[in-house]
T-cell receptor, first 112, second 114 residues
Framework: SQTIHQWPATLVQPVGSPLSLECTVEGTSNPNLYWYRQAAGRGLQLLFYSVGIGQISSEVPQNLSASRPQDRQFILSSKKLLLSDSGFYLC???????????FGPGTRLLVL | GENVEQHPSTLSVQEGDSAVIKCTYSDSASNYFPWYKQELGKGPQLIIDIRSNVGEKKDQRIAVTLNKTAKHFSLHITETQPEDSAVYFCAAWVPTSGTYKYIFGTGTRLKVLA
């Protein structure tokens, strides 16, 4: 069966520091991968999606970036965090052309 | 642009009663509608989904109905239990440049009172 992991589970970072969040999927190949952000008490905002290694599409202009160095690895990064970057970051995957998306456990980021 | 409206934002029901959450979407090309349940501090979990070629789908106490003409779909939970308490999100798939993009509703916080 397929599983999705996110690391770390929680993170507290000072303003201006860099960020690296990791997402990995097991048990499948060539998945579509997604990064979402969820502000407290709010819905899900799509940040990036990837249909293959090195292929990244950005949905919202911001100081975040994403990379997909391996088939089942998706990384969310920032060079300098802002207070507004605080939130719950969710990675999701879908099996290729399937429409169904499955979410990971999330990373809670607090920028102070 | 694409939009999904979800109502109500909060819903309290007595244990054993039914709960209904409604969503409307704007893009008539949307043809896939999942529902997710999110417990506190966890990622959303898919609970049921429906495609546009059917009007209703049931899975035990959970059902989803779709009205493509009116562009709305609803989640029905019968015989609610305390463990049903969570935030529920609807979503609509929007065809965007050949990839698979969801537009999510803003969520409904369901409280089942024992």
């Amino acid at each position: 069966s397929q599983t999705i992991h996110q690391w770390p589970a929680t993170l507290v970072q000072p303003v201006g520091s860099p960020l690296s969040l990791e997402c990995t999927v097991e048990g499948t190949s060539n998945p579509n991968l997604y990064w979402y952000r969820q502000a407290a008490g709010r819905g899900l905002q799509l940040l990036f999606y990837s249909v293959g290694i090195g292929q990244i599409s950005s949905e919202v202009p911001q100081n975040l970036s994403a990379s997909r160095p391996q088939d089942r690895q998706f990384i969310l990064s920032s060079k300098k965090l802002l207070l507004s970057d605080s939130g719950f970051y969710l990675c999701a995957w879908s099996p290729g052309q399937d429409l169904t998306q499955y979410f990971g456990p999330g990373t809670r980021l607090l920028v102070l | 642009g694409e939009n999904v409206e979800q109502h109500p934002s909060t819903l309290s029901v007595q244990e054993g009663d039914s709960a209904v959450i409604k969503c409307t979407y704007s893009d008539s090309a949307s043809n896939y509608f999942p529902w997710y349940k999110q417990e506190l501090g966890k990622g959303p979990q898919l609970i049921i989904d429906i495609r546009s070629n059917v009007g209703e789908k049931k899975d035990q106490r959970i059902a989803v109905t779709l009205n493509k003409t009116a562009k709305h779909f609803s989640l029905h939970i019968t015989e609610t239990q305390p463990e049903d308490s969570a935030v529920y999100f609807c979503a609509a798939w929007v065809p965007t440049s050949g990839t698979y993009k969801y537009i999510f509703g803003t969520g409904t916080r369901l409280k089942v009172l024992a």
